[in-house]
């Protein structure tokens, strides 16, 4: 099985601060990888992705940054609010065919006012 | 939400008792996913389906079957269903962008 390594498992930060959230993979035939962002009680929403023709992407207050040769991507929240609490998954997937997503195991972000 | 829907939302059921869930989706989406989500497991693809009647496995598929018989329809069954099972099932879609989104979740306890 194909694994995505997710660190930290939770992380702590004060309102303003920036969370950085890093990503591992093995697989170097992925070539997809998004970000979802998952409340209590609801299903995982995607936030974000990014393709390895590029190493970073941005959207707002959010941005992916991706290394190919040490198979890494992050995730990185600036100016974070306490609405951005939130339990953080990145996820890995190879295109053209099932698209079947590989999941790391999660970070609960805290964001503190 | 991408139109999907899951029923339903809470279910409490007895070890031994057979169970189906089921996801509708309104946009045709040629692929549909069951996953389930547990505490420090992240999510777990259980099936996945490429079209009608086309189904296959994903990590976590022992003492689960799967159908769908139209295009809008997933249905996971549980034939005699385990505490182990007690879990969060999400379905999701893949969209022709290859982007993918989940429903709301079915909370399933196996008392």
């Known amino acids: 099985q194909q694994q995505v390594k997710q660190s930290p498992q939770s992380l702590i930060v004060q309102k303003g601060g920036i969370s950085i959230i890093n990503c591992a993979y093995e697989?170097?035939?992925?070539?997809?990888f998004p970000w979802y962002q998952q409340f209590p009680g609801k299903g995982p929403a995607l936030l974000i992705a990014?393709?390895?023709?590029?190493s970073e992407k941005k959207e707002g207050r959010f941005t992916i940054s991706f290394n190919k040769s040490a198979k890494q991507f992050s995730l990185h929240i600036m100016d974070s609010q306490p609405g951005d609490s939130a339990t953080y998954f990145c996820?890995?997937?190879?295109?053209?065919?099932?698209?079947?997503?590989?999941f790391g195991k999660g970070t609960k972000l805290t964001v503190n006012p | 939400d991408a139109g999907i829907t899951q029923s339903p939302r809470h279910k409490v059921t007895e070890t031994g008792t057979p169970v189906t869930l089921r996801c509708h989706q309104t946009?045709?989406?040629?692929?549909m996913y069951w996953y389930r989500q547990d505490p420090g497991h992240g999510l777990r693809l259980i099936h996945y389906?490429?079209?009608?009647?086309?189904?296959d496995k994903g990590e976590v598929s022992d003492g689960y079957s799967v159908s769908r018989s139209k295009t809008e329809d997933f249905l996971l069954t549980l034939e005699s269903a385990t505490s182990s099972q007690t879990s969060v099932y999400f379905c999701?879609?893949?969209?022709?962008?290859?982007?993918?989104?989940f429903g709301p979740g079915t909370r399933l306890t196996v008392l």
């Open positions: 990014i393709r390895p023709d590029v």
């Open positions: 946009e045709n989406h040629r692929y």
């Open positions: 999701a879609i893949t969209t022709s962008g290859n982007e993918q989104f």
């Open positions: 996820a890995a997937s190879k295109t053209g065919g099932s698209e079947k997503l590989v």
């Open positions: 697989n170097t035939a992925f070539d997809y």
């Open positions: 389906s490429y079209g009608v009647k086309d189904t």
